[in-house]
């Protein structure tokens, strides 16, 4: 069946401008998860949804991020009022269950911050 | 903050060679997976050995877990060039999220 989808795959924005970044995960899915990878490095979580829930927003860097999930299937991570330290690859995942032990990711969505 | 680190940074090879990577983490987890990442976007899972399992293999690759140490090794026998991507180790665990850990990854580079 279809992967985990993102879009855009790429984001060029100024600073100080909002940013939504989108995700579809496998449909069934029941786990959600948001990570952060910057140039040269490992990822990062960000924040983890069970169904429409975030039991997990631990990882989120700033009040400027914030992301929601509807309809157990759709998440939407935005960031406001973007820094240029903010550029990055914003990868997703999605599991079956929150205790399945293998994530499925995304192509996910390059910013850049000018 | 990252948990685990994996050595080396970075490995040249020569085509049909070995690779050996290692991970180390810093604390108790559930299992470990290694994934693939190609051109800096998405991953790909490769394998998962968990924390009672001692080796595990699949086709080219063999890994290791010693929880004593901390530490996991993937070995990919025989590489090819499209082996060249990076490589992650990342932990999990079964707390409140079972978020994955992951390290800063080895960047595999097999010559022709």
């Known amino acids: 069946g279809a992967g985990v989808s993102q879009s855009p795959s790429n984001k060029v924005t100024e600073k100080g401008k909002d940013v939504e970044l989108r995700c579809d995960p496998i449909s069934g899915h029941t786990a959600l998860y948001w990570y952060r990878q910057r140039l040269g490095q490992g990822l990062e979580f960000l924040i983890y949804f069970q169904g429409n829930s975030a039991p997990d927003k631990s990882g989120l860097p700033s009040d400027r991020f914030s992301a929601e999930r509807t309809g157990e299937s759709v998440s939407t991570l935005t960031i406001q009022r973007t820094q240029q330290e903010d550029s990055a690859v914003y990868l997703c995942?999605?599991?079956?269950?929150?205790?399945?032990?293998?994530?499925?990711f995304g192509p996910g969505t390059r910013l850049l911050v000018l | 903050s990252q948990q685990g680190e994996e050595d080396p940074q970075a490995l040249s090879i020569q085509e049909g060679e070995n690779a050996t990577m290692n991970c180390s983490y810093k604390t108790s987890i559930n299992n470990l997976q290694w994934y693939r990442q190609n051109s800096g976007r998405g991953l790909v899972h490769l394998i998962l050995?968990?924390?009672?399992?001692r080796e595990k293999h699949s086709g080219r690759l063999r890994v290791t877990l010693d929880t004593s140490k901390k530490s996991s090794s993937l070995l990919i026998t025989a590489s090819r060039a499209a082996d060249t991507p990076s490589y992650f180790c990342a932990t999990g665990r079964m707390d409140s999220s079972y978020k994955l850990i992951f390290g800063s990854g080895t960047r595999l580079l097999v010559r022709p």
């Open positions: 995942a999605s599991s079956l269950r929150e205790w399945a032990e293998t994530q499925y």
């Open positions: 050995i968990r924390s009672n399992e």
